[in-house]
């Protein structure tokens, strides 16, 4: 079980950055580590994913959002630049066994084994 508690978002205005974080209760490194989104009428969506140092990209967010993670902390980061009113959403942590490509819309959201509470993101023009 892994419990996963995500934190940083807010309200920025277009172009500003945000770093979201998300503290894990024990060790993560076994498991791929993802961000999704969420946007009020949408299906819930891959951000990026990290695993094993291996990171992966949606194109929408592709140079500009950034996955980290500290295995020391047991955190994992999201680094959110340059960000536009479209990246306006609820923010989650996931942890799985595999990563699947999610981020390019292969693989079940919703089999995903463990989920934060979710971090709203506000981005206005």
């Known amino acids: 079980q892994v419990q996963l508690m995500e934190s940083g978002g807010g309200s920025v205005q277009s172009g500003g950055s945000l770093r979201l974080s998300c503290a894990a209760s024990?060790?993560?490194?076994?498991?791929?580590m993802a961000w999704f989104r969420q946007a009020p009428g949408k299906e819930r969506e891959g951000v990026a994913t990290?695993?094993?140092?291996?990171?992966s990209y949606a194109d929408s967010v592709k140079g500009r959002f950034t996955i980290s993670q500290d295995n020391a902390k047991n955190t994992l980061y999201l680094q959110m630049n340059s960000l536009k009113p479209e990246d306006t959403a609820m923010y989650y942590c996931?942890?799985?066994?595999?990563?699947?490509?999610?981020?390019?819309?292969?693989?079940?959201?919703?089999?995903?084994?463990?989920w934060g509470q979710g971090t709203q993101v506000t981005v206005s023009s």
């Open positions: 996931a942890a799985d066994r595999w990563c699947e490509d999610i981020v390019k819309g292969l693989g079940v959201i919703e089999a995903w084994a463990y």
């Open positions: 024990r060790s993560t490194s076994s498991y791929c």
């Open positions: 990290i695993e094993s140092g291996s990171t």
